[in-house]
């Protein structure tokens, strides 16, 4: 059982760094980002295109590829997303999802679609309470606690989290400031993206990368970020941890259900708790 829960925290702490990307761009831009998707696919491809440069250091690695995400998520920002600003959700829907299909089909064209495993890039196991588990998944687990605190700090002790902050309450207000709102959206929006590319690096090693594996880590994002709240980063955190640990125990007794619990969780919210766009 501890095991099956500390599985469960390693799914939640790559939920959490997908999912709080898309709650501060609904939050903030109200744009619902499946764009997101490709970027955390991106990020799994480009770990595995920098390894052998860097004589298989996986960490090395891992910044190259989360950096090189940058230019491609300002792209989509400053050629799709910006233009959708203030119109319907369902123009960003079909925009962003465009740009997820074409980003899958560059990364066949690429890399190909044959699946490619990844070896755990500590190989280390640590015993913790009785439980015998690889230390990269520790590593995941402290990686997902150590950037909600710095998030937390960005937002409440700098310039430019104050203002996403208060944009998140009352964007007009902010605008009526003379402050350029959609440039600092611009920064939420690369910021989260690094976010999901780190978490497709991550999850890399646990399962195989394949062009369609940010399909479902998006869609169950999405449903994190419904229970957790848009734009609430704490709970965001709560729910991607409490989501995970959910999918790990119905894992273990009800294989077929993991994912679809999810969605069950996802419609109980909607219902007591409507989204307003």
Do not use: Q
């Not at 230390?135 to 710095?150: D, E, K, Q, S």
């Amino acid at each position: 059982m501890l095991s099956t829960l500390a599985y469960g925290l390693t799914i939640g702490a790559i939920l959490y760094l997908v999912s709080v990307g898309l709650s501060l761009t609904f939050g903030t831009m109200r744009i619902v980002n499946f764009a997101h998707g490709f970027i955390y696919t991106l990020g799994a491809y480009l770990l595995l295109t920098f390894l052998p440069f860097s004589g298989g250091h996986f960490w090395l690695s891992a910044a190259a590829a989360v950096l090189c995400t940058i230019p491609v998520s300002y792209l989509i920002e400053r050629c799709v997303v910006r233009r959708l600003y203030g119109v319907s959700i369902d123009y960003a829907i079909i925009a962003t999802y465009a740009v997820v299909l074409i980003g899958v089909d560059l990364i066949k064209w690429v890399w190909g679609a044959t699946p490619k495993p990844l070896a755990d890039p500590i190989g280390i196991e640590l015993t913790l309470f009785g439980v015998t588990l690889p230390a990269f998944r520790v590593v995941i687990i402290a990686l997902a606690v150590v950037v909600a605190l710095a998030l937390w700090l960005f937002f409440k002790y700098t310039v430019v989290g104050k203002i996403v902050v208060a944009a998140l309450e009352d964007k007009d207000a902010v605008r009526g400031l003379g402050i350029d709102v959609d440039r600092y959206f611009s920064y939420v929006f690369i910021l989260g993206s690094c976010l999901a590319a780190l978490g497709g690096v991550l999850y890399a090693p646990i399962t195989s990368v394949h062009p369609y594996m940010g399909f479902m880590t998006l869609l169950i994002s999405f449903a994190v970020v419904i229970v957790g709240g848009l734009g609430n980063l704490k709970g965001t955190f709560i729910a991607a941890f409490a989501l995970g640990i959910l999918m790990a125990l119905t894992g273990r007794y009800w294989g077929a259900a993991s994912e679809a619990v999810v969605f069950v969780v996802m419609a109980a919210a909607l219902v007591i708790r409507p989204i307003e766009v």
